[in-house]
Every structure is written in structure tokens, then in C-alpha cells.
């Protein structure tokens, strides 16, 4: 109970590190601010009101302290281009990156789980095809596995749609269909580079003594598996999810751009190239959180697997 | 001295070390494969100002989506009518500069820190430690894209950034090597020699580590070409500029005119990509990895244990009728080499009768815990039983798998060397015996707790009903024991192989679970084989004994027989080097 409260309150000081230093870099030059929304020909004159008029003249602190103080009350700002609050920018951005992350890390745990036990079990051929495999697809990025994709299923065989989203209050055949090729292209790295890991989490389990015990004493060699090493694979496991979670973060913004995905990647993007600050700004900190979440979850969940963890 | 010696030996052995590293690389096909690639794109990158067919952006009207091999344009041409060969071959350089970049700030940055950490420990180490998690539980790319805000369209400076995010993978690395090397003695001896600490850390923690850290570089260029290429696709890269990730980006948006055109700058990326991940993967099998390969081919293993099969069925049984157990010229190897096995147990005999408890004496590595393993089918996966066989009651357990595992458990029970390792530390005490219990016995999961708690105390366990709601972790080594004990004989096994039961106990425990397998034996009849390197245990408990040697019983005889009137040289050496011992001991 005590880890759970300090592991909560390291989170609390990481959050507000990270998004004081990510503040500084945005806001730290508001004439440059000022001079991307009016254009690199705008006169001096007005790129100096604009400055005052956005409050990007005063003391960095003093907007931080406005920022974080508005923020607590869930108003993260408004964009400077179409005065839209970036908190409903984000209420309908961050639930499209969530499920795509969310299904591709659910099919990322049955697949890996299945592909890692049999690669350490068997071992052979299947272990090299599937050692193979994890090198290709954890190599490629997420963009040209994406590309790979729309070009195979939605330009050769015109299977499913290229780009393009669909809510499933409207149609949810439209929405599996539309968010199919985007969890594919992720989940494609993502099975690579977890079952490699998962199979070393198995293999180490197999290694341990008490394993030999068990078979010892007569179990037969399913039950040895799928309960005694699965549940100890689980520990490590858990920290392989938790770092793929991160990476298919990084994973969806690409994923988002190619496949035109409404998602809080896309907006981050979009935002950061129109020079939109606060709404770069609301990304982050949301991904921040996000990341700082699936950190104190999987230690939550570490705490029940592992026994030693629980009574400490 | 000993600093002397180990500081000449390395100048001499480096460069002959550093040859024939790359001779062993390039020896590798796959290593050849990717040297040649990654070769070819650095020439490409250098010489693209005498080979490119186009300038930088060069558009031509008559050439706009032309297709791949037509004349002028090997790749083809974008919408704008540039000539996509040429782009790719303008964009090399970037690329190969930004990942170059990205190494020397990352390597910079991170070795320094932690050399320094690792190094100095405290405060250093816990501020960098503190800071690589945080970083470390960044997505980089987010980090980016907030960055372009502030900078604009400049890759270098998201390169350089980017470099500093991946700065941890060398700090813990560096940390980790500087660590377990701080503790080698040669660091002792060089500080008492004199050398100052800066030097201690140029000569051997810098020599220590370089070869990780040039397998690592390997990955992290590869992450630095993926992410420049990526942040080039979202275009946050400079327009202006033709790159990897701006041509496909390019082609991307372009795909329903000219779906050809993606295949080249995605093919381009992933090759480099591709290679130097494969290229970091041989290098690090090459310097890290021994010698040669010791796993056997598996045709080999398969022509190794059907010659033992064929062997033991065309053999006549020629074992002691008494015997409850009767090993007969066992064989076991393990790999060492494609085709190559090195025997440990060469051709073994042993018989244990019902009810007698017999001791296996002999140094670590004389193939005593080895035969114990065969006897129960639990020897590790790589390992090759040449020949022999095994026969409890006549039945040769090794030429029939289901009779092993039929016995296992059920007639012949195991106690391991080390109690903490040998139980399971995500489940219960009581969880494991009942699951034990319940895998020989046909049982209900009520009986088979009654049973077990029974047997507990029998074993010496002072409130069974508390111990089987605890961990492993919550009990003494000594209670350990007592449990895989209790694990052991629940299903009421005949024989009992234990192996060194009581090495790793407190003394005082040794003695009472000695008494404890000694009251069990007589109580249940049970036989024994008893696996130790202490002879005060044979004499304590056993009745008969063999001494091993080498993979080969030297010697066998009832104990009292070979304590009084030992045959071998080996014995009375064993013997008088174990009287010794209890001298000083005692």
C-alpha cells in the first residue's frame, strides 16, 4: 500500500518536471510564437500586440503558474487559430488513440503469449522462424508498415478502406473496417519485438530449479507450463507491456498521419506544424499522464503476480 | 604487478582481437551481407554529387509520375517531375549525418555519465539514475513534434535532441560494465599501484566497455534513421531539403497516382534499418558470443538416441533380481559442438534393493547429480543419454517414456540441493504440495490437504495449517527443506533420490533433517540412492556406497567395508582428505 502512494506521488513530481520543461521549450520564445500564426511577413508592429495580446509578454513562471492553475480545473487553453477549448479538442481525439492502443495491446498479448511459449518450448525451426520474424518486424517502422499495408489491402486488393475513420455510434461494421488496417500496422511491430521478449521471459522460468521439482514430482509438463512458468513468465511480462505501450504511442502518431485517423497523434502534429502551442502542449501532457498510468498500472499489477512485491 | 601484467596483456592482444573480429564478420554471411549494404550507402552518401542524375529538386514538367525504368528515371519521378533516384541519393547525406549525430551525442553524454556514475556511486548515480527513467518513459517522437513548435522545420536539432533521449540506453550500459568491472581486482591493484582515478577509468573501464558500446551504436543508429525518416514523413522535416522521409512522404500523398513510387524510399529505409539491426546482432554473436557453436545438429541427437535404443533392445536385461532400482551402463553427454558430444557419465551400474539407503560420494562434476537426474527423466534439455539402462522392477524406464513418467512422482520422489530455489515463488506452500500431490494421486483437493498436513508435522513442521498459506519467501531454508521433503514423500514413493539434501542448511539443521530421512526411511521402507561430496553423511545414514569418479564408480561396498578397509586410491585420498577436514572442523 505504502510502494503504491510513493510510486503515485513520483508520478505526480515526473508529471510536473516533465510538463514545466516542456512549457519552457513552447513557450520560452513568444515572439517566435506570435510571428508563426501571423505569417513570416508580418510587421514588427503586430507581431509585438499579438505577443502582449496572448499573454506570451509576461514572466515565464507567471504564465506556468496560469497554465497549471487553469489546468487543475481541466482547462488546458484554447487553440490559437479556431479558439476551440483544447480540452474538447482532446475529448474527441484521445478516445480514437486509446482504442486503437488499447485493442492492439489486448491482440498484442494474445499473440505474443502464444508465439513466445511456443517459440521457448519447442524451439526448432518454429524458434528461428519466429526469432526471424521479430527481427523484420520490430525493424521496420510503424509508417512503412502502414504504407505496406494500404498499398497490399487497400490499392492491390480493394479490401479494406485506405484512410479515414468511422465512429461506431454510426456504424460499427464502418468502424472495424476503418480501424482495422491501423491496429495491423501497429500491431505488427508490436507482436515482433513482444514475443522476442516474451520467449526470454519463458525461457528463463524453464530454467529455474523448482521447475525441475515440479516435473520431479510428477506433473505432467502442461500444467508445469501454463501454470507454474506462464505465471512467473508474467512478472517480466508485464514490464514488456508496459515499454510497448510507449512505443505504440510513438506508433500511433504515424500510424494516425498515413491512415488519416482523427486521433490525439494526428492533432499533435497538425497543431506543432501550424505553430498551435497550446494544443501541442495539451497532447503532451495527456500522453504524459497516459504514460505515467499504464507505469502505475503495471506496477499495481506486478504487486498481485508477485508475492515477495506484496507483503513488502 | 598483477595491474602490470593485465594493462601489457591488453595492448598486446588489441590489435590481433580487433582483426579477427572483423575477419569473423565478414566470415558471417550475414554480416559480409550487411557490411557490403551499409558499405554501399555511406559510398553513395559521400559520392552523390558525382553520381546523382539530377540536382537537388530538379523538376521536370515531361517527367511528372513517370514510372519506375523509364528512360532517365530508374525509380521514376514524383508528381513535381523530380527524379526519384536522385532525391533518395540527395537525402543520403542528411540521413547519414543525423544518425551519425545522434551516436556522438548519445555516446558522449551517456558514457560520460556513466563512467561517472558507475564509477563515483552516490549522488551522482541516483540524480542520473532518476533522470534516464524519466527520459526513458518519454515517447521520443511526442517530444519531437513539441520540439518543432519551438524550432521549426530543422532536423539536425531534432537529431541532437533525439540523442540526448536515447543518451540512457549508454548510461546503463556503461553503469552496469563500470560497476562488475569496480569490483574486479585489477581496479584494487591499480589504485594501489598509484594510478590516479582518471586513469584507472581511461585504461580499463573504457576497454571494458567498448564492446557493448559499439554493439549498441549499432541499434541506436538504426532507431536514429527510423525516427529521422519519421519525423521527415509527418513533415516537420525542411522542405527545401530532399530526404528519405520527405520522399515518401511525398510519394505517400501522391500513392492513388503512382502507387509504384512509395516502394523505393520505403524499401531504402527499411534495407539500412534492417541492416544495421542484423549487423548489431552478428557483431554481437561474434565478439560476445564462444568460440563455436555448442548445440548439437538435431539429426545428430536423433542418431545418438536411437543407437542407445537399439542397443538396449537387442541387450539382454542382465539385472539383480533383488534390486528394487538397477542402473546398467548408463551413458550421458552433453553438446559440444554440431556433431560433437562430450560424455559425463561414462557407463555407470548401480543397484539399490528395497529399503536401503545408499550413498553416491564423489567431487562436484563427477556425474553424481547426473545419474540422479536420469533416474528420475529431469536431466536438462540439451543433455544426450548415450546408452544404458534404467530398470526399476525389471522395467527398463528408458527405453519406455511412459514408464517414466508413469514412476516419476509416484514410485520415485526427489529432494533437491537448494530448498529456496526448488519452490515456486508465485504460489503457496500449501498450493504447490497439493498440486504436487494431486498430479500422482487420485484425490480430492480436501483429502489431499488433510494428507499433506498430516505429513507436515510428521516432518517436523510446527503449525502446518499457518505454513500452507505462506510464500516461499516467508520461510527459513531449513522449513524449505522440510516441505520438499514432505513434496517428496507424500505420494509414497519406494525410492527417495536426493540430491545433496543438506548442503546448503545451517549445521544444526543438517543433522535433524539427516535424522528425518533416516526415521522416514524406516517408517515407509523406503530405498534411498543419497547423492553427496560428504563422507560424514554416508557414514551417518547410509548402508551401502559407491564413489565416483570422473563419470566412472570407482569403488562400491557397504559403508562400513569401505570406511575400514577402502580398496582405491581415489577412496583413502577422499577419505583422508574428509578426516582432515572434521580435524580442523572439530
Same mark, same amino acid.
Given at each position: ?213 515440479? $516435473? ?6 502442461? $500444467? ?89 | ?14 590489435? *590481433? ?65 523530380? +527524379? ?10 542528411? !540521413? ?16 560520460? *555519465? ?20 524519466? @527520459?526513458?518513459?518519454? /515517447? ?10 519551438? !524550432? ?14 536515447? &543518451? ?57 534513421? *527510423? ?22 512522404? +511525398? ?58 535404443? &537399439?542397443?538396449?533392445? &537387442? ?67 540439451? *543433455? ?34 537448494? /530448498? ?81 539434501? !543438506? ?34 553423511? @554416508? ?5 551401502? @556406497? ?24 581415489? !577412496? ?15
Amino acid at each position: 500500500m505504502l510502494s503504491v502512494l510513493k510510486n503515485l506521488i513520483r508520478s505526480v513530481a515526473i508529471l510536473l518536471l516533465v510538463t514545466f520543461a516542456t512549457f519552457c521549450l513552447m513557450f520560452g520564445n513568444g515572439t517566435g510564437i506570435a510571428r508563426s500564426i501571423l505569417g513570416y511577413q508580418a510587421a514588427e508592429v503586430d507581431v509585438q500586440q499579438k505577443v502582449i495580446e496572448l499573454g506570451l509578454d509576461r514572466p515565464l513562471l507567471t504564465q506556468f503558474g496560469d497554465w497549471i492553475a487553469h489546468a487543475v480545473t481541466g482547462n488546458l487553453g484554447e487553440s490559437f487559430f479556431t479558439g476551440q477549448t483544447v480540452t474538447s479538442a482532446l475529448a474527441t481525439r484521445v478516445p480514437v488513440t486509446l482504442t486503437l492502443i488499447v485493442l492492439t495491446l489486448i491482440l498484442t498479448v494474445i499473440f505474443s503469449v502464444l508465439l513466445g511459449v511456443a517459440a521457448a518450448v519447442y524451439g526448432g525451426w518454429l524458434d528461428k522462424v519466429l526469432q526471424f520474424i521479430s527481427v523484420l518486424g520490430a525493424a521496420i517502422p510503424p509508417f512503412i508498415i502502414a504504407i505496406a499495408l494500404i498499398f497490399t489491402f487497400a490499392i492491390s486488393v480493394r479490401l479494406l478502406p485506405a484512410t479515414g475513420y468511422v465512429s461506431p455510434d454510426q456504424s460499427v461494421t464502418g468502424w472495424i473496417m476503418s480501424i482495422t488496417l491501423p491496429i495491423a500496422a501497429l500491431l505488427i511491430g508490436s507482436v515482433a519485438s513482444a514475443a522476442s521478449q516474451f520467449r526470454g521471459a519463458v525461457l528463463d522460468a524453464l530454467s529455474k530449479d523448482y521447475v525441475r521439482t515440479l $516435473r520431479a514430482r510428477g506433473l505432467k509438463e502442461s $500444467r508445469v507450463i501454463f501454470r507454474h512458468v506462464l505465471r512467473n513468465a508474467g512478472g517480466p511480462g508485464l514490464t514488456v507491456l508496459s515499454l510497448q505501450t510507449l512505443g505504440l504511442l510513438g506508433g500511433a502518431i504515424f500510424v494516425e498521419q498515413v491512415m488519416a485517423l482523427p486521433g490525439m497523434g494526428q492533432m499533435a502534429n497538425q497543431s506543432a506544424q501550424q505553430g498551435d502551442v497550446p494544443m501541442v502542449m495539451g497532447t503532451v501532457v495527456v500522453t504524459i499522464i497516459i504514460v505515467l498510468c499504464v507505469n502505475l498500472l503495471s506496477d499495481f499489477a506486478n504487486t498481485i503476480l508477485n508475492p515477495k512485491a506484496r507483503t513488502r | 604487478m598483477s595491474a602490470e601484467v593485465s594493462m601489457n596483456e591488453s595492448a598486446t592482444a588489441e590489435p *590481433a582481437a580487433g582483426r579477427s573480429v572483423l575477419r569473423r564478420l565478414l566470415k558471417n554471411p550475414l554480416g559480409m551481407l550487411c557490411s557490403a549494404f551499409l558499405l554501399f550507402i555511406i559510398v553513395l552518401g559521400v559520392f552523390t554529387p558525382l553520381i546523382a542524375p539530377f540536382k537537388p529538386n530538379e523538376a521536370n514538367l515531361n517527367s511528372v509520375n513517370a514510372q519506375p525504368f523509364s528512360p532517365g528515371h530508374l525509380f521514376g519521378a514524383d508528381r513535381a517531375g523530380r +527524379d526519384v533516384l536522385s532525391q533518395l541519393l540527395w537525402g543520403t547525406n542528411g !540521413t547519414l549525418l543525423g544518425s551519425l549525430l545522434v551516436l556522438v551525442i548519445a555516446i558522449v553524454l551517456g558514457v560520460t *555519465a556513466g563512467l561517472l556514475a558507475g564509477f563515483y556511486r552516490g549522488k551522482i548515480e541516483a540524480v542520473a539514475g532518476f533522470v534516464t527513467d524519466v @527520459v526513458m518513459s518519454l /515517447p521520443s517522437i511526442v517530444l519531437l513534434i513539441a520540439l518543432f513548435a519551438l !524550432t521549426g522545420p530543422n532536423v539536425m536539432i531534432a537529431m541532437a535532441v533525439f540523442g540526448v533521449l536515447v &543518451s540512457p540506453t549508454y548510461y546503463r550500459l556503461v553503469r552496469s560494465v563500470v560497476l562488475s568491472v569496480r569490483s574486479e581486482l585489477y581496479i584494487d591493484a591499480a589504485k594501489v599501484v598509484g594510478l590516479t582515478d582518471a586513469r584507472i577509468i581511461a585504461r580499463h573501464v573504457l576497454w571494458a566497455v567498448r564492446a557493448p558500446v559499439v554493439i549498441q551504436s549499432s541499434f541506436v543508429a538504426a532507431s536514429g534513421i *527510423a525516427i529521422q525518416a519519421g519525423v521527415e514523413f509527418l513533415g516537420l522535416g525542411d522542405p527545401e531539403q530532399p530526404s528519405w522521409g520527405g520522399t515518401l512522404q +511525398d510519394a505517400n500523398g501522391n500513392i492513388y497516382n503512382n502507387q509504384f513510387g512509395v516502394i523505393w524510399p520505403a524499401l531504402l529505409v527499411s534495407l539500412t534499418i534492417l541492416s544495421l539491426i542484423l549487423f548489431g546482432n552478428v557483431l554481437r554473436d561474434v565478439m560476445q558470443a564462444s568460440a563455436h557453436d555448442k548445440n548439437l545438429k538435431k539429426s545428430r541427437r536423433r542418431t545418438l538416441l536411437q543407437n542407445a535404443q &537399439s542397443e538396449r533392445t &537387442s541387450a539382454k536385461s542382465s539385472n539383480d533380481e533383488k534390486a528394487f532400482l538397477s542402473i546398467r551402463g548408463l551413458k550421458v553427454g552433453y553438446p559440444d559442438g554440431p556433431e560433437d558430444v562430450r560424455t559425463v557419465v561414462h557407463g555407470v551400474d548401480l543397484d539399490v534393493r528395497r529399503g536401503e539407503i545408499h550413498g553416491l560420494v564423489g567431487e562436484s562434476g563427477s556425474g553424481k547429480s547426473q545419474m540422479a537426474f536420469s533416474t528420475l527423466g529431469i536431466l536438462p534439455k540439451e *543433455a544426450v543419454i548415450l546408452g544404458g539402462s534404467i530398470f526399476l522392477e525389471g522395467q527398463d524406464l528408458l527405453a519406455d517414456k511412459k514408464a517414466q513418467a508413469a514412476a516419476r512422482g509416484r514410485r520415485i520422489g526427489y529432494i533437491p540441493q537448494e /530448498p529456496m530455489s526448488n519452490l515456486d515463488p508465485s504460489f503457496t506452500i500449501g498450493a504447490q504440495l497439493v498440486y504436487g500431490l494431486r498430479a500422482v494421486k487420485n484425490i480430492s483437493a480436501k483429502d489431499a490437504k488433510e494428507e499433506l498436513l498430516a505429513l507436515l508435522t510428521r516432518v517436523g513442521i510446527r503449525n502446518p495449517k499457518n505454513v500452507m498459506r505462506l510464500y516461499p519467501h516467508e520461510i527459513s531454508g531449513g522449513m524449505a527443506q522440510r516441505v520438499l521433503i514432505c513434496g517428496a514423500v507424500a505420494a509414497d514413493p519406494e525410492l527417495i533420490v536426493a540430491d545433496e539434501p !543438506t548442503t546448503a542448511l545451517d549445521v544444526t539443521v543438517q543433522a535433524e533433517v539427516l535424522e528425518l530421512l533416516r526415521e522416514l526411511s524406516t517408517e515407509r521402507g523406503l530405498a534411498m540412492i543419497l547423492v553427496t561430496h560428504n563422507l560424514g553423511v @554416508v557414514a551417518d545414514l547410509c548402508d551401502t @556406497v559407491s564413489v565416483m569418479k570422473d563419470g566412472r564408480i570407482v569403488e562400491r561396498n557397504d559403508v562400513e567395508s569401505l570406511f575400514n578397509n577402502p580398496q582405491q586410491e581415489y !577412496t583413502k585420498t577422499l577419505l583422508e582428505s574428509s578426516r582432515s577436514v572434521e580435524l580442523t572442523e572439530a
